[in-house]
């Protein structure tokens, strides 16, 4: 599976939109971006995923660029309860298909 | 709809003692995975079944974890002996297929002194 890169951390002021990043340059034909988030001390929670098109869910969107080489996760009004540590993951189709997490970006939400 | 559900929520034993978790994934579910996470990463993949079958066990360290999901259904994963470094929250996930989206158990929190 391709690997993704996220900066470490950000940070966004409560009501406004966070736009989180994800490269992933060497995603391949097949593999599908998923959105993941862990809040502190719960398990990772599913976000949003996609191939090539753009996605909305009552969560979030999901914006992948036309060369499939990055991604940007948006929340369009963040809340406090949205500080966490957002995964971005590239995962191929198919049989055997796994999520692979990365060490992920924390959001902090600011009031 | 009830979700994954994991047991114990906390485990504390000594090292070279022995452990096992348990895991009930949603109705349904064909997939079925355990994670490893340690303070401060994200979580590692140990296992991953389809059903009653192992798909991927590349990362599961052998010699002392093993796994096992009689009936396709609950699962159980052993630490025997069990290593400082093994503390840590073990996390159980299923998925209907291996291709939908993965529900995540709340995790077992491991310390071993």
């Known amino acids: 599976d391709a690997k993704t890169t996220q900066p470490p951390s950000m940070d966004c002021a409560e009501g406004r939109a966070a736009n989180l990043p994800c490269n992933h340059s060497?995603?391949?034909?097949?593999?599908?971006v998923y959105w993941y988030r862990q809040i502190h001390s719960q398990g990772p929670q599913y976000i949003i995923h996609?191939?090539?098109n753009n996605e909305t869910n009552e969560m979030a969107s999901l914006i992948i660029t036309e060369d499939r080489k990055s991604s940007t996760l948006i929340l369009p009004h963040a809340t406090l309860r949205d500080t966490a540590v957002y995964y971005c993951?590239?995962?191929?189709?198919?049989?055997?298909?796994?999520?692979?997490f990365g060490k992920g970006i924390t959001l902090s939400v600011r009031p | 709809e009830a979700g994954v559900a994991q047991s114990p929520r906390y485990k504390i034993i000594e090292k070279r003692q022995s452990v096992a978790f348990w895991c009930n994934p949603i109705?349904?579910?064909?997939?079925l995975y355990w994670y490893q996470q340690i303070l401060g990463q994200g979580p590692k993949l140990l296992i991953q079944f389809q059903n009653n079958g192992v798909v991927d066990d590349s990362q599961l360290p052998k010699d002392r974890f093993s796994a096992e999901r009689l009936k396709g259904v609950d699962s159980t994963l052993k630490i025997q002996p069990a290593k400082l470094e093994d503390s840590a929250v073990y996390l159980c996930?299923?998925?209907?297929?291996?291709?939908?989206?993965?529900?995540f158990g709340q995790g077992t929190r491991l310390t071993v002194v």
């Open positions: 060497t995603i391949s034909g097949n593999e599908y």
């Open positions: 109705s349904g579910h064909a997939t």
């Open positions: 993951i590239v995962s191929k189709t198919g049989a055997n298909s796994k999520l692979t």
């Open positions: 996930a299923s998925s209907f297929t291996q291709q939908s989206e993965a529900f």
């Open positions: 996609g191939l090539k």
